[in-house]
């Protein structure tokens, strides 16, 4: 065997005594809706302890930084307002490279947006009666119709659209609603116009982000492959993806290059703990107590003999009692299998999961149930 060639990796260290900062999405990762992600507090103050600054990066340009970084202290997470780095602030710098000082910027949005554009000395306005230099949109749970007419008039005279993100959905106690990306399509669709994209996974919202915080040595820590994972690979920056957020094992499985993150954790509990590095082979990968083999009919998974329990420190950290570890490891091992391949950068379908014939204590059929993947 010899070390996985895809973008997994291992460490003997944890990510928070090897990085200098945690570029940290909110929405799925720190919390979700009104709550705390459970555990997010005390590991996000294990992480400073242990040396690493934070920085809260989020697509949502409902908020200022203060009333995010309040949210935050009101969950029990210690965060000042220039720890907290918004979509809108992105936005908002690309409009002042590009417009004259006092430019009249109309939002489709919220306060976030305002509060940007006059930090960087731009003139927020609410309807297009006026002359409009831009139009600005980001996500706001109180955006309406007029909003989005008056954003529709401004756009089909010609002027610059910024979109502060395109997330089609935000996560919620309720399941995923509709975000920022939903409501750009409705523009999209009334004007044929297409926005300028400035928050994750472009680069302009983790440069914004590496500007304020001085990073030396990054990591992004995100629940999305197609906006927290993408944008760092897009810069070149390790990631960390959570699974307590919306991106789920069969999405991760079948994601192309540019999607693939570093390093995998049940929750954010992960910058605390070791990371087992996948190993692979010729004809399928391993990790801790598990095995894949690649056949003809796709990937077949066993457990290795006296190994269980392997790194139970991970486990452990994200609550799970060994148990969320070795579904982990499953899934790296499965990772590896499936993208030591050539990628055309192409999406396509991962190969059928299957348990390994003689899985006699079911336990691989029992992982890939926990996984949320259905036997090919």
């Known amino acids: 065997m010899r070390p996985v060639s895809s973008s997994l990796r291992g460490s003997d260290r944890p990510p928070a005594e090897l990085y200098d900062v945690a570029l940290l999405d909110l929405d799925g990762v720190v919390y979700i809706g009104e709550a705390a992600v459970p555990g997010a507090p005390e590991a996000l103050q294990a992480a400073r302890e242990h040396g690493m600054r934070l920085a809260f990066v989020t697509n949502n340009a409902a908020r200022p930084p203060k009333v995010v970084a309040d949210h935050l202290t ?86 610059l659209w910024v979109a502060t993100n395109a997330d089609p959905t935000v996560p919620s106690p309720r399941g995923p609603l509709p975000g920022n990306g939903s409501l750009v399509a409705a523009l999209r669709h009334a004007t044929g116009a297409e926005p300028v994209v400035t928050g994750k996974p472009d680069p302009t919202m983790h440069r914004e982000t590496l500007l304020r915080t001085k990073a030396q040595r990054p990591i992004v820590v995100g629940d999305r492959l197609d906006t927290d994972i993408e944008g760092a690979n897009a810069v070149g920056c390790p990631s960390l993806l959570v699974f307590s957020g919306v991106t789920r094992p069969a999405e991760l499985l079948a994601a192309r290059a540019q999607l693939r993150p570093t390093y995998l954790a049940a929750d954010v509990r992960g910058l605390l703990v070791e990371h087992p590095e996948p190993l692979i082979g010729d004809d399928g990968a391993s990790c801790g107590a598990w095995t894949v083999v690649r056949t003809d009919g796709g990937l077949e998974l066993s457990r290795t003999s006296g190994e269980a329990g392997a790194s139970a420190s991970e486990g452990d950290s994200a609550g799970g009692g060994g148990s969320d570890n070795d579904a982990l490891d499953a899934l790296r091992a499965l990772c590896a299998a499936q993208w030591e391949r050539p990628d055309d950068g192409s999406q396509t379908a991962s190969r059928a999961v299957r348990a390994a014939p003689g899985d006699g204590d079911g336990a691989a059929a029992a992982v890939l149930t926990r996984l949320g993947l259905k036997a090919g």
């Open 74 to 159: 009101d969950l029990g997470i210690d965060a000042a307002p220039d720890e907290v780095i918004t979509s809108s602030q992105a936005a908002a710098r690309f409009l002042g490279d590009r417009l004259p000082a006092g430019a009249r910027v109309l939002v489709v949005g919220t306060t976030g947006l305002e509060e940007a554009l006059r930090e960087r000395g731009l003139t927020p306005v609410a309807d297009a009666r006026g002359e409009v230099d831009a139009v600005v949109q980001g996500y706001s749970p109180d955006l309406n119709w007029r909003m989005l007419a008056e954003g529709a008039v401004a756009i089909n005279r010609g002027v």
